[in-house]
């Protein structure tokens, strides 16, 4: 693993929260396990926390973004290229190594795989420090980082780095966009470019071939050989991956529907069962429906054995985004699966308004009630109890939470008495 150095933050995006306060680690655990607010109806989900990483944080050597734009040049305030390895885009949370750490994966960087050949495919340990009704400084701490590589020549096609001894990873080889940890520590991470799943072990580094599903095959996938052609659309892979409390199960969902639905079942979307033990896909495939206002999935988490949350979200209007929880083994007359939401994170109730005040002059979506306003929110994690954080895919340098700006991440903290509860989905 390696240590960071983010770079301090310029003026312009520099965090302040007025009357902040210096918050501890016991003070963040209090955060994650605390009781329900008093403020808002008891039934409702309430916003307990937000932290925020400034999107000009970077992480060390090598520049990046060379390909971003053509040229040296701006975008939402972003000069490009860029000094260092952004720290940005997160599409996966995981535990960390102790309580209030989490590991935090950002996809293949700049948003697609022409470029991002120079962004380093990285996992960031991070400490966010929730600004909440009790105080708090509302930042995040950057800490090491694991560097996803291919040392034992596994990944069956050139990379980008092929001729480098550290044979690392990059946004022109996989489109990491899920991450969930297995019963030794090792890593499964959900890639769009195969569509498939990738096998590491805790330092990073890749056990096995990639594993494929069914003959699927996105425009980006490096093994298809003209006149082969893609049988998946692009970025529409493996956007969410969920594993089984004891870790027997990877449960993988595609974001998009197949090509083969796209006129009879646009709305279906596919979660694959994957045997960690046997390293194989075992045939079973649950049948799920998203909305047509949300037509991504964006992430999943396994609440237990047999119930997930499943996120979903729109577009660029980031007006619609929507949690829901499934039970495994309860589906409809069409045997679609039956889904209960949970959260509406474009109206989440703030009564202690911990969203409050902006950061920058001409913030959007904040106070009671907030809005996640960013394009991609792609994380979610289960934190303790009935509640669960979220986190953005800022796309670098997209905006979202202010226009014209490139969107900081963000972290919220959310409060959902009802996620363990009865109801479609329950038990």
């Known amino acids: 693993?390696?240590?960071?150095?983010?770079?301090?933050?310029?003026?312009?995006?520099?965090?302040?929260?007025?009357?902040?306060?210096?918050?501890?680690?016991?003070?963040?655990?209090?955060?994650?396990?605390?009781?329900?607010?008093?403020?808002?109806?008891?039934?409702?989900?309430?916003?307990?926390?937000?932290?925020?990483?400034?999107?000009?944080?970077?992480?060390?050597?090598?520049t990046s973004g060379a390909q971003v734009i053509p040229g040296p040049g701006t975008r939402n305030g972003i000069v490009f290229p860029l000094p260092g390895q952004p720290v940005e885009g997160f599409s996966a949370i995981v535990d960390g190594r102790d309580r209030g750490e989490i590991l935090a994966m950002p996809d293949n960087g700049f948003g697609n795989k022409a470029n991002s050949v120079d962004?380093?495919?990285?996992?960031?340990?991070?400490?966010?420090?929730?600004?909440?009704?009790?105080?708090?400084?509302?930042?995040?701490?950057?800490?090491?980082?694991?560097?996803?590589r291919d040392p034992y020549h596994r990944i069956g096609f050139p990379l980008v780095r092929e001729g480098t001894v550290d044979r690392l990873l990059t946004g022109g080889d996989i489109d990491p966009e899920s991450l969930q940890r297995g019963r030794h520590g090792d890593l499964w991470v959900g890639d769009e470019f195969g569509p498939w799943i990738l096998h590491f072990d805790a330092?990073?580094?890749?056990?096995?071939?990639?594993?494929?599903v069914d003959d699927l095959k996105s425009p980006s996938n490096p093994f298809i050989v003209p006149?082969?052609?893609?049988?998946?659309?692009?970025?529409?892979?493996?956007?969410?991956?969920?594993?089984?409390?004891?870790?027997?199960?990877?449960?993988?969902?595609?974001?998009?529907?197949?090509?083969?639905?796209?006129?009879?079942?646009?709305?279906?979307?596919?979660?694959?069962?994957?045997?960690?033990?046997?390293?194989?896909?075992t045939g079973r495939a649950l049948q799920y429906e998203v909305d047509a206002a949300t037509p991504f999935v964006?992430?999943?988490?396994?609440?237990?054995?047999?119930?997930?949350?499943?996120?979903?979200?729109?577009?660029?209007?980031?007006?619609?985004?929507?949690?829901?929880?499934?039970?495994?083994?309860?589906?409809?007359?069409?045997?679609?699966?039956?889904?209960?939401?949970?959260?509406?994170?474009?109206?989440?109730?703030?009564?202690?308004?911990?969203?409050?005040?902006?950061l920058h002059t001409g913030?959007?979506?904040?106070?009671?009630?907030?809005?996640?306003?960013?394009?991609?929110?792609?994380?979610?994690h289960v934190v303790h109890g009935n509640r669960i954080m979220v986190g953005c895919d800022n796309n670098f340098p997209n905006a979202g939470r202010n226009p014209g700006l490139a969107d900081d991440n963000e972290f919220i903290l959310v409060d959902v008495p009802h996620l363990r509860g009865h109801g479609h989905g329950g038990h």
């Open 1 to 62: 693993m390696n240590s960071v150095r983010p770079r301090a933050p310029s003026p312009r995006r520099s965090l302040v929260f007025c009357a902040a306060l210096a918050v501890t680690v016991p003070t963040l655990v209090a955060a994650l396990a605390s009781p329900s607010p008093a403020g808002g109806a008891s039934h409702d989900p309430v916003l307990v926390g937000r932290a925020v990483l400034p999107v000009e944080t970077y992480a060390g050597p090598p």
């Open 119 to 148: 962004f380093l495919i990285r996992a960031y340990y991070l400490r966010p420090h929730f600004k909440t009704a009790d105080g708090g400084s509302g930042t995040v701490d950057v800490g090491d980082f694991i560097s996803f």
């Open 203 to 212: 330092r990073g580094r890749l056990l096995d071939a990639p594993f494929p």
């Open 227 to 281: 006149p082969a052609v893609a049988t998946h659309p692009g970025s529409r892979g493996f956007e969410a991956t969920a594993i089984s409390p004891d870790g027997r199960y990877l449960y993988g969902a595609l974001e998009g529907a197949l090509m083969t639905d796209a006129s009879t079942a646009p709305n279906r979307r596919f979660i694959y069962e994957f045997s960690t033990r046997g390293e194989e896909f």
């Open 298 to 358: 964006s992430d999943m988490q396994a609440l237990d054995r047999h119930r997930l949350l499943v996120m979903e979200r729109d577009g660029a209007a980031a007006l619609v985004r929507k949690i829901y929880v499934v039970d495994m083994r309860r589906t409809d007359a069409r045997g679609f699966l039956k889904k209960r939401e949970v959260v509406d994170l474009a109206a989440i109730p703030d009564p202690d308004l911990v969203s409050l005040p902006a």
């Open 363 to 380: 913030d959007v979506g904040l106070g009671d009630p907030f809005r996640v306003t960013c394009e991609s929110v792609e994380a979610v």
